[in-house]
C-alpha cells in the first residue's frame, strides 16, 4: 500500500522572496493592488459590486485575523487538521492568510470564514511521525471543511490547495462533500496546481467535476511557468507576484496558482454581490462566456482564458438560465465541459508542451518500476503505520 499524508508546500507555491516586507499599516488597510488589478478589470467591476454580503470559505493553513487588511472581516472556523498547533504560532495561517488578504483586495466588503484543513510545513520538513499522525486522525479535512462551510452558509469556497498521487488522488468523501456544495447553491473554485515544471501531476480538488478550476498567468497574459497543463482547467487569473498579506502583520509577493484562484474567488464574490440568486452553474458559464479568450480557443493551458471581471460582474445581472439538475448515472456518459469537451479528453495542446508530457510520462514510468523492484526487496523490512488509511482516506495536500 503506498504512503499517503497531508501535506503542506510552499516549494509548491513559491514565495519570491521579500521585495519588501511592509511595516504594519494602520486599521482597515487594504492589500496593495499590482498589475493584477489590471489584468483583471477590478476598478470597473468594483465600481458595480465589492463582495457586500457574500461569505467567502477560505479553506486553508489558517487566516491570521488581526492583520490590519483582514481585522473585522474574519470569522475563524474549527481546525480540521488537528495538529495542535495555534494562531500565534509561526507554523499557522501563512498561506491562509494571504490567500484571504487576495480574496477581500478582489472583494473588500465580503466576509471570510477561515477553515484550517492543511498546515504551512514545507515538503522536506515532514517527518515519520507526521506520516504516522497522518495516519491515526483518519479524518478527511478537505471533506469536513467543505461541508462545515456550506452548513454556515457560505456562498463561495476557496481551495488554493491540491492533491497529488501518482496513482490518483480521487476521494469519495470529497466528490460526496462537493455535491452536497453543489446542491446547496455555494460555488467551489480550487488552484489548478503548481506541477507544470514537474511532473504536471493531476491535482484534486481541482479535477473534481463541478469545481472550476483555476490556472495561473503572468504579467504578459501567458500562463505561469509553474501553472499545470491539464484538461480540468476552466479559467486562468494572474499568479505571479502578487502582494499578499503576512501571519506576521506585512506583506510580501507571492506566487502560483493558489493566489490566481483566491483572486477568482473574490470576482466570483463580486458576481453573487451583484446577483445574490445565482446558482453555481451560473457562475461558472458566466465566468467561461466573459473570458479574455486565447487566440487559440480554450485548451488545457488557461482553459477559456483569462477572467475579465467587470464583464463577469455586469453578465451577473442577467445570468443564463440555469438548465442543470439532478440525473442518474446511466454508466457511459459522463460530465463534460459547457462545449462538450470531455473531462477525460485534453484538447491539442501545443507541440512542445505535449513533448514535454510524453517526457515526463517515460521518466515517471522509470521511477515507478524502480519503485516496485525497492518496495518488492524492502518488503519483509517495512512497517506499515497502525490504521493505514485505504480507499476514501485523505490524499497528500500542499498549498497550490
Known amino acids: 500500500m503506498k504512503f499517503r499524508t497531508i501535506r503542506a508546500t510552499s516549494t509548491a507555491v513559491v514565495l519570491t522572496g521579500l521585495l519588501c516586507t511592509v511595516a504594519t499599516a494602520p486599521a482597515q488597510a487594504a492589500t496593495p493592488v499590482g498589475w493584477e488589478g489590471a489584468a483583471l478589470g477590478l476598478s470597473a467591476a468594483q465600481q458595480q459590486s465589492q463582495g457586500e454580503g457574500v461569505t467567502v470559505a477560505v479553506l486553508d493553513s489558517g487566516v491570521y485575523a488581526d492583520h490590519p487588511a483582514l481585522k473585522g472581516k474574519v470569522i475563524t472556523g474549527p481546525d480540521y487538521f488537528k495538529d495542535g498547533l495555534e494562531a500565534g504560532d509561526s507554523q499557522w495561517g501563512q498561506h491562509g492568510t494571504a490567500m484571504a488578504s487576495d480574496v477581500l483586495k478582489v472583494a473588500p466588503k465580503a466576509k471570510i470564514l477561515s477553515v484550517r484543513v492543511i498546515d504551512d510545513k514545507h515538503e522536506e520538513e515532514r517527518t515519520e511521525e507526521d506520516l504516522k499522525e497522518s495516519f491515526r486522525k483518519g479524518n478527511n479535512p478537505i471533506a469536513d471543511g467543505i461541508n462545515y462551510a456550506v452548513q454556515q452558509g457560505a456562498d463561495v469556497i476557496s481551495m488554493s490547495l491540491g492533491g497529488e ?21 455555494v460555488t467551489v473554485l480550487a488552484s489548478a496546481g503548481n506541477s507544470a515544471e514537474v511532473f504536471n ?132 456518459e459522463h460530465l463534460a465541459t459547457p462545449d462538450g469537451t470531455s473531462k477525460t479528453t485534453h484538447p491539442e495542446m501545443e507541440q512542445g508542451l505535449w513533448m514535454t508530457g510524453l517526457a515526463a510520462a517515460g521518466v515517471g514510468l522509470v521511477f515507478l518500476l524502480g519503485g516496485v523492484l525497492l518496495a518488492r526487496s524492502g518488503r519483509s523490512k517495512r512497517t506499515v503505520p497502525a490504521g493505514a488509511p485505504g480507499m476514501g482516506q485523505p490524499q497528500g495536500y500542499f498549498p497550490g
Open 201 to 332: 501531476d493531476v491535482s484534486y480538488p481541482a479535477g473534481y467535476a463541478g469545481v472550476i478550476a483555476v490556472a495561473a498567468t503572468q504579467q504578459n497574459g501567458e500562463r505561469a511557468s509553474f501553472s499545470t497543463v491539464h484538461s480540468y482547467n476552466d479559467v486562468a487569473a494572474p499568479g505571479v507576484d502578487i502582494v499578499s498579506a503576512t501571519n506576521t502583520g506585512g506583506y510580501e509577493p507571492v506566487d502560483g496558482t493558489s493566489p490566481a484562484c483566491a483572486l477568482a474567488a473574490g470576482v466570483v464574490a463580486l458576481m453573487y454581490g451583484k446577483n445574490p440568486k445565482l446558482s453555481p452553474a451560473q457562475v461558472n458559464d458566466i465566468l467561461i462566456d466573459t473570458t479574455h479568450r486565447p487566440a487559440g480557443g480554450a485548451s488545457a493551458v488557461l482553459g477559456y482564458g483569462l477572467i475579465d471581471a467587470d464583464a463577469a460582474v455586469k453578465a451577473a445581472a442577467s445570468p443564463p438560465k440555469d438548465t442543470t439538475s439532478s440525473v442518474a448515472y446511466k454508466g457511459k
Open 165 to 185: 498521487d501518482i496513482f490518483g488522488g480521487y476521494s469519495e468523501d470529497e466528490a460526496a462533500a462537493l455535491a452536497y456544495a453543489a446542491r446547496n447553491g
